[in-house]
Structure formats: C-alpha cells, structure tokens
C-alpha cells in the first residue's frame, strides 16, 4: 500500500474508488456506493478537501453505513466494504476515534461473513449426499443451487436476521394419462406434492 499521510487520504475518492474499481462488482452496485457515500459525505463532512477526517467515526458509527452493509451483504461482497475498512484503517491509523469504530465495524461484519458462510457449508455437507439420488449439487460462499435435470432447479440461501434457511424453487414436468382416473391420480399426486412443499 502507498505511503501517504492519513491527513491527505480522502475516504471516498482515494479508498472507496479504488477498492470498487479493483472489484469485479456489478456497474450498478458500485454507482450506488457511490452515491451513498458521498451523500455521507456531504451529511458528515469528512472529506480530506475542507472536512474533518475524524467525522468519519461518526458515519462508521451511523444507520447510513447499516445501509451500505445491507447493501453489500445483498450483493454478495462484504470482502469489498472489509476492504475499504482496512484500508482507511490503515490511512486513518493517527485518528484513534476513526480506527475504534473502522474495528468495531470489522468484528460485526466478519461475523456476519463468517456465520453466513459456515450456515451454507453446513447445509452444502448435509445436501451432498443427496447426488446419490440424482440431483446435482453446487456451492458458492453464499448459496447452494441444487437441480435435477430437467426438472427442479433450486437455490438455498441463509436468512440471519430470520435464523432460516430459504428454498427458491422451480419445478417441471409433464404427465400423460389414457384414462380421465389415470388424469385423476396424476393430478392428485401433484397437488398433494404442491401441499408437501406449500
């Protein structure tokens, strides 16, 4: 990392900037981090350019940066804004109230990263096994996407706040019968598969 003085180091231009740009992010996930923390900036005052660096503690601190993390946490990239925060860590190590609340938010959303990630690869384990029966099983860091061709495709996430795990699901077919009590039981059999999932 570049040596400058936490002084000189702007939140926004020289740390967000960057990192979203060094980022694989989604074109309009990063336009809005952008736009939220520079209307921080602006509610906080903590520019380098005629701020007060040390407001930034209080925006760390703030429902606004809650925003931001549901934002990221929605996108999947939690490592970014962890990577933001380290870096203004670093740049900012000579303000004592910035770093306090740059660590305060990093323990809070490292736990969440984690908790999340160990949620999956617990349910990742338990459905493996499941490929012996035919289905196709996947994993990302933060969802699991079963199908079976060509029939179900589906994708597991974990809710926190909620302590659930959520099934999104899709499921095909077609049926034939050559008797109107053929098409009865098919029928049946289908709805109470509905009520099973419902």
């Known amino acids: 990392m570049e040596k400058t003085s936490g002084r000189k180091v702007d939140f926004l231009r020289q740390i967000v900037n960057r990192v979203l740009a060094e980022s694989q992010l989604p074109r309009q996930v990063v336009e809005d981090v952008r736009r939220m923390v520079g209307r921080a900036e602006d509610k906080y005052k903590f520019s380098a350019f005629g701020g007060d660096i040390r407001r930034l503690a209080d925006y760390i601190s703030s429902r606004e940066f809650d925003d931001l993390v549901n934002l990221l946490k929605g996108a999947d990239a939690l490592n970014v804004l962890i990577e933001i925060l380290e870096r203004a ?3 900012y190590r000579d303000y004592p109230e910035v770093v306090k609340a740059i660590e305060e938010r990093l323990e809070e959303i490292k736990g969440k990263a984690e908790k999340t990630e160990e949620k999956i ?3 990742y384990k338990a459905l493996k096994d499941l490929e012996e029966k035919g289905l196709q099983v996947k994993k990302t860091n933060s969802e699991i996407l ?5 029939l179900l495709d589906a994708k ?4 926190k706040s909620k302590k659930v795990f959520i099934v999104e699901y899709k499921i095909e077919g077609r049926v034939q019968a050559e008797s109107a009590t053929g098409l009865y039981d098919a ?3 289908l709805v109470n598969l509905v ?3 419902a």
């Open 187 to 189: 029928v049946k059999r």
């Open 89 to 91: 860590k670093e740049a």
């Open 146 to 150: 079963i199908s079976y061709p060509p």
């Open 121 to 123: 690869d617990a349910a």
């Open 156 to 159: 597991v996430t974990y809710d």
């Open 195 to 197: 009520k099973e999932l």
